[in-house]
């Protein structure tokens, strides 16, 4: 009913700058929330940012001041600009959402994307 698809990973140097998107299709009515969340190899899930539908953020206290998230809610799409990354950003970045359906707009259920691979090295 949903689907989630992530764009934008790739290889980058050391210092360089990513714009991953997230776009959201389906039977959707609204997204509440929109959100990054990283998974370096070994490492568990880790939040990287997260935005609501009135433009709040909350950012990881590690990407902060490197990081930025962003909406189009008429596109149902969502971006993180990613910058001065290094090494330790090596990650599958996964975009997440908080959506109710057109078909039951009462319930709010997370959904998630497939993931990019997002590397950095020189």
């Known amino acids: 009913q949903v689907q989630l698809v992530e764009s934008g990973g790739g290889l980058v140097q050391p210092g360089g700058s990513l714009r991953l998107s997230c776009a959201a299709s389906?039977?959707?009515?609204?997204?509440?929330?929109m959100g990054w969340y990283r998974q370096a190899p070994g490492k568990q899930r880790e939040l990287v940012a997260t935005?609501?539908?009135?433009?709040?953020?909350n950012y990881a206290d590690s990407m902060k001041g490197r990081v930025a998230i962003s909406r189009d809610n008429a596109k149902n799409t969502w971006f993180l600009q990613m910058n001065s990354l290094s090494p330790e950003d090596t990650a599958v970045y996964y975009c997440?959402?908080?959506?109710?359906?057109?078909?039951?707009?009462?319930?709010?259920?997370?959904?998630w994307g497939q993931g990019t691979q997002v590397t950095v090295s020189s």
């Open positions: 997440n959402a908080d959506i109710r359906l057109v078909t039951d707009k009462g319930f709010l259920s997370r959904y």
């Open positions: 935005i609501i539908s009135g433009g709040t953020t």
């Open positions: 389906g039977n959707i009515f609204s997204i509440d929330l």
